[in-house]
């Protein structure tokens, strides 16, 4: 998977080595901003309130 | 091999005979070895990008939301612009102990940011906003301290019922368990300060819903007695990152005053 990704991006090894930063960077992004808000409302502890 | 980032580097490289993959097929010494490999390979790539998702999560959610969170409160706190009393250049005056009727703030609309608390034992400068509603998304995980709707207004008769995250967003409720009996809970209303005193704790499960009844243990459908006291309730969860249980801490009003006359003398004393 990983391999198939870093064939698949262009440039020589240290141009890869910075996209695939870059996508990680993009990935964390992503994850700290959309996926995570939205995972956090299914994880049973962060209730604080009484009743419901 | 000299690459130089062309066009036709764009495509995917085929693997080149010499590659691990294809030694790793010579290796397995039968045919089908090689895929079996790749699968493998793949499945374990995937299990080690869930695990480091699983772990950016905690991160996230332990100290991302925190950060996020104190920064986005202490703002609300700001915007709301509301005047210290020595604002005007005056001298620091300590207000007079009212123990009349205290006015009452009509009821704020959902997710209105009506009220402060100030808690001296958390530190001179611990300061949160209260907003309308106990909603996680719209109070709880933004604005900070939420407002149980139905429960009482600060100084009203009844019980001023609070909730707020103990760990991450902020984590207004962190260090409830350091609350004392007789320690001052400083709610002010833009022109009202009241002046509560913790009064007990409690740890209880979550479905207990009495906590935050009008005289707090009055389960509901029981005959409520007359109300003559002013309660504040803080709940929050317990232990610490779980939510299995909920710890409450209790707070009678002790006396009210002015913002105009000055600051509460909870306030000034050094902690």
């Known amino acids: 998977m990983y391999a198939a990704l870093w064939n698949f991006l262009p440039g020589p090894p240290w141009a890869r080595a910075l996209l695939c930063v870059g996508l990680g960077i993009i990935l964390l992004a992503v994850c700290f901003e959309y996926v995570f808000p939205w995972l956090s409302d299914y994880m049973p502890f962060n209730d604080t309130t009484v009743g419901q | ?22 030694r790793h097929a010579h290796h397995g010494g ?22 480091v998702l699983l772990g950016l999560f905690v991160v996230w959610q332990l100290w991302w939301t925190d950060v996020e969170g104190a920064r986005a409160q202490d703002q ?66 933004t604005i900070g301290i939420g407002h149980y709707e139905g429960t009482g207004m600060p100084g009203e008769l009844g019980n001023f019922a609070t909730a ?29 300060w ?32 007359e109300l003559t006291e002013r309660y504040i309730t803080l709940t929050t969860c317990h232990p610490m990152f779980s939510a299995a ?12 005053a002015p913002v105009s006359e000055g600051t509460p003398k909870e306030l000034l004393e050094e902690g």
Not at chain 2, 103 to 125: H, I, K, N
Request: glycine share 10%.
């Open chain 2, 30 to 51: 039968r045919r089908g070895g090689g895929l079996v490999a790749g699968v493998v390979g793949v499945f374990g790539e995937l299990l080690v990008t869930v695990g």
């Open chain 2, 245 to 256: 249980e909920r710890y409450i801490v209790y707070g009678e009003l002790d006396y009210w």
């Open chain 2, 1 to 22: 091999m000299n690459r130089t980032p062309t066009s036709a580097a764009l495509f995917p490289t085929p693997v080149r005979p010499d590659g691990p993959r294809r």
């Open chain 2, 164 to 192: 707020a995250h103990r760990t991450t967003y902020g984590k207004p409720y962190n260090k409830v368990h350091e609350l004392e009996e007789q320690d001052a809970l400083v709610v002010r209303t833009e022109d009202t």
């Open chain 2, 194 to 225: 009241y002046v509560y005193k913790v009064t007990e704790s409690e740890i209880v499960l979550p479905e207990n819903i009495e906590v935050i009844s009008p005289v707090p243990g009055i389960k509901p459908g029981e005959p409520l007695p």
């Open chain 2, 76 to 141: 609300i706190v700001a915007d709301m612009g509301w005047e210290e009393p020595e604002d005007d250049g005056s001298e620091v005056a300590v207000t007079s102990e009212h123990r009349d009727a205290p006015p009452v703030p009509g009821a704020p609309a959902a997710g209105e940011t009506f009220a402060q608390l100030y808690v001296p034992r958390w530190g001179d400068d611990y300061l949160k906003p209260i907003a309308e509603g106990t909603d996680k998304a719209t109070v709880l995980d």
